[in-house]
C-alpha cells in the first residue's frame, strides 16, 4: 500500500537531471489521478554542487510543498548525499548509486550500478532515467505505464528511444532489488 | 489536468488576460516567465523584447502601454530594485501595466535560487514620492495564474502599474491544476474617451485614440500638462484614486480564510509560508490550539477593515515572513492595540516549517496575558 501523501527525495549534481527526473514522477502522479507538488533546490551554479528536486504525492490537497522526512530516495552524488540523503522515514526506501560507498563506506540504502548501467547504454546522462525507474520499479511510487507516457512527453524527440532503453532498464534493476528483499 | 509550474502559470495567466507585450531581462528566479512569453506572445502576434536592463523593461512596457498594447515585465530583486524609477512614472503617468517579481534572498545579489519575501515594503515604497501601489501576491501555481490576469484587470480599473510577488519556491514549484478561462476586461474606446480630460479618474486612453496630449513625469493636472504650479493637481489626483481604492477596499481584497470564525490565535501569512502556515494550523487545532489563518493575496492597499475584523476577536495575531519584519509593521499600524501582534521572521533562504510557525503560536499562546515585545 502506497503511503498518502508520500514525499519523494530525488538528489544528485546540478546537471544530472535531478528536476527533470522530479517532473516526470510529478507528472506520471497526475496521470495515476493524484495531487502532486514538486519543488527543487539548487545553489548559483550552472552544474555541480547538490542539488535535489522533491515530489510529494497523495490523494487530497497538499499543503506544505516541500519534503522534510522523505518516505522515498533516490541519491546520484556523494555530496548530495551527505547533505539530503541521511534522512528517511520509518520503513521508507533509500536507494544509492553504488559509487556513493567508495567515498562514503557506511552510506546507508540499497545500492545500485546506476551510474555504469547508463553508461552501457552509451550516454551517462540518462542515469535520471535509470535510477528514476529502479526507484518506481522497487516502490510502485507511481504506474510504470504513468511513467512512460510522462517519459514519452517530457522528453525531447530526439532523445526519447535512448531514455526509453534507460526507462527498461531501470525499471529491471529496480526489479531485481525487489526479488532480493 | 495540466502540470504547469509557478512562472509558467504567470505566463499563461497574462496572456489568458490579453497580455500582449513583453519586455524583460532575464533574472533567476523569475527567467522561465520570459521564456515562456517569448513562446507565446510572438505566435499570437503580440511583441516580445529582451531589453538590455530592467531600466528599459519597464520603459518599454510603459511606452508600449501607451502605444495600445497590454503590457508586462518580471524581475527580481536586484532588478526589482533598477525598475523603482521607471515604476514611478508609470504612477504619475498612471499608464496600466503589469510588473512581476519574483522574490529571491537579498540584499544585493543574495541568493539567486533561494526564496524570500523581502520586497514586500519596496513594492509599496520604492520608488520616491507618494503613489499608490496595488501589489498581489499568491500561494499556489493556480493562483500566480489568477493573479496575474487580475493585476491587469486592476492596471486596467485603476490605470497604475500593478506588482505581483512571488518567490523562488512558487516560481519554480509544479503542481497540477485545471486553469480557468479567463475573459480580459475591455478596454475604453476612442469614442466614449473623447470628451474626456486624458488623466485623472478618467479611462485610459492610447496614444492616438483620445485627446492629444502629452505623457509627462512633471507634474500635471487632468489634463496632462506639466505646470510649474502643479502639485495640488497631482495630490487631488492622488487622493481621488486613494479614495476610489478604499471604496473599492472590499473587492480589491482577496484573501482565503482558513478555520479563522473561532480562533484565538490568527495566523496572518501570504505568498508561499501561507502553504506551511495551512499546516501549522491542523497541527495546532489537534493539540486544541484555536488557530487559525489569512492567507492574504491582496498585499497593498492594506487590507484594514479585514485585519481590524479579525483582531477584534483574536488574542493574538502572529505574522510570519520570510523576512526580518516588514509586513507586519502594517498589521501592527492597521490593529492599533486591538490584539497583541508578533512577528515571526527568517531571512537565511529557507522556508518555514509548519512546525516552526507552530511552535511560535504554542508560545505564543502560552505567553498569554503576558506582553510580547515585537
Redesign the interface.
Given at each position: 500500500m502506497r503511503k498518502d501523501p508520500l514525499r519523494v527525495r530525488l538528489s544528485g549534481r546540478g546537471g544530472q537531471g535531478i528536476i527533470l527526473a522530479g517532473t516526470m514522477l510529478a507528472e506520471a502522479a497526475m496521470q495515476d489521478g493524484l495531487k502532486v507538488v514538486q519543488t527543487q533546490s539548487y545553489g548559483p551554479e550552472a552544474r555541480l554542487g547538490a542539488s535535489k528536486s522533491e515530489v510529494v504525492i497523495s490523494s487530497r490537497d497538499i499543503a506544505f510543498p516541500e519534503v522534510l522526512m522523505p518516505d522515498l530516495v533516490l541519491c546520484f552524488s556523494r555530496e548530495a548525499y551527505q547533505k539530503f540523503g541521511r534522512h528517511v522515514s520509518p520503513g521508507g526506501v533509500v536507494l544509492l548509486e553504488q559509487s556513493i560507498l567508495k567515498d562514503v563506506p557506511d552510506a546507508q540504502g540499497q545500492t545500485l550500478p546506476l551510474r555504469d548501467t547508463a553508461r552501457e547504454l552509451g550516454k551517462e546522462l540518462v542515469l535520471n532515467v535509470v535510477g528514476l525507474a529502479a526507484l518506481v520499479a522497487v516502490t510502485e511510487a507511481v504506474s510504470r505505464e504513468s511513467l512512460r507516457a510522462a517519459l514519452t512527453h517530457r522528453m525531447k524527440a530526439e532523445f526519447l528511444e535512448l531514455n526509453v532503453a534507460a526507462l527498461e532498464a531501470g525499471f529491471a534493476l529496480g526489479e531485481a532489488v525487489a526479488s532480493r528483499a | 489536468?495540466r502540470?504547469i509550474q509557478g512562472n509558467e502559470a504567470v505566463a499563461l495567466g497574462a496572456a489568458a488576460a490579453g497580455c500582449d507585450f513583453y519586455a524583460g531581462y532575464p533574472i533567476?528566479p523569475a527567467t522561465e516567465i520570459m521564456e515562456q512569453m517569448a513562446r507565446i506572445l510572438p505566435a499570437r502576434g503580440g511583441v516580445f523584447i529582451q531589453m538590455e536592463d530592467e531600466l528599459s523593461a519597464v520603459a518599454a512596457a510603459i511606452g508600449a502601454a501607451w502605444g495600445g498594447a497590454r503590457a508586462m515585465t518580471a524581475t527580481s530583486g536586484p532588478g526589482f530594485s533598477l525598475m523603482q524609477e521607471h515604476i514611478g512614472y508609470a504612477a504619475m503617468t498612471q499608464t496600466p501595466c503589469v510588473i512581476v517579481d519574483s522574490q529571491r534572498g537579498g540584499p544585493s545579489t543574495g541568493?539567486?535560487?533561494?526564496p524570500a519575501q523581502g520586497e514586500v515594503m519596496q513594492a509599496r515604497f520604492g520608488s520616491h514620492g507618494d503613489r499608490v501601489a496595488i501589489t498581489l501576491t499568491a500561494s499556489s501555481v493556480l493562483s500566480a495564474y489568477e493573479v496575474t490576469a487580475r493585476a491587469f484587470a486592476l492596471s486596467e480599473t485603476y490605470r497604475q502599474p500593478v506588482i505581483v510577488l512571488l518567490d523562488a519556491?512558487l516560481s519554480?514549484?509544479?503542481?497540477?491544476v485545471d486553469l480557468p478561462e479567463i475573459t480580459p476586461v475591455p478596454r475604453e474606446t476612442a469614442a466614449s474617451a473623447q470628451d474626456r480630460q486624458p488623466f485623472g479618474d478618467n479611462p485610459f486612453v492610447p496614444f492616438g485614440e483620445g485627446r492629444r496630449t502629452v505623457v509627462t513625469g512633471l507634474a500635471h493636472d487632468e489634463s496632462g500638462l506639466p505646470k510649474t504650479a502643479g502639485g495640488k493637481a497631482v495630490e487631488r489626483m492622488l487622493r481621488s484614486l486613494e479614495e476610489r481604492l478604499r471604496h473599492d477596499a472590499r473587492e480589491i481584497t482577496h484573501f482565503q480564510a482558513y478555520r479563522l470564525e473561532d480562533a484565538s490565535v490568527a495566523l496572518l501569512a501570504y505568498g508561499?509560508t501561507a502553504?506551511?502556515a495551512?499546516?501549522a494550523v491542523?497541527a495546532l487545532r489537534q493539540e486544541g490550539v484555536a488557530a487559525g489563518l489569512l492567507d492574504l493575496q491582496t498585499l497593498w492597499p492594506f487590507p484594514d477593515y479585514l485585519v481590524q475584523e479579525i483582531a477584534e476577536r483574536v488574542d493574538t495575531i502572529l505574522v510570519p515572513e520570510l523576512n526580518l519584519g516588514q509586513y507586519v509593521i502594517a498589521v501592527q499600524a492597521a490593529v492599533q492595540g486591538r490584539c497583541r501582534v508578533v512577528p515571526l521572521g527568517r531571512a537565511d533562504g529557507d522556508?518555514f516549517?509548519?512546525e516552526e510557525i507552530a511552535a511560535a503560536a504554542r508560545e505564543v499562546q502560552d505567553a498569554k496575558g503576558g506582553i510580547v515585545h515585537a
Open positions: - | 489536468m502540470l533567476t541568493l539567486p535560487t533561494l519556491v519554480h514549484m509544479r503542481e497540477n508561499i502553504r506551511a495551512h499546516e491542523d522556508l516549517t509548519p
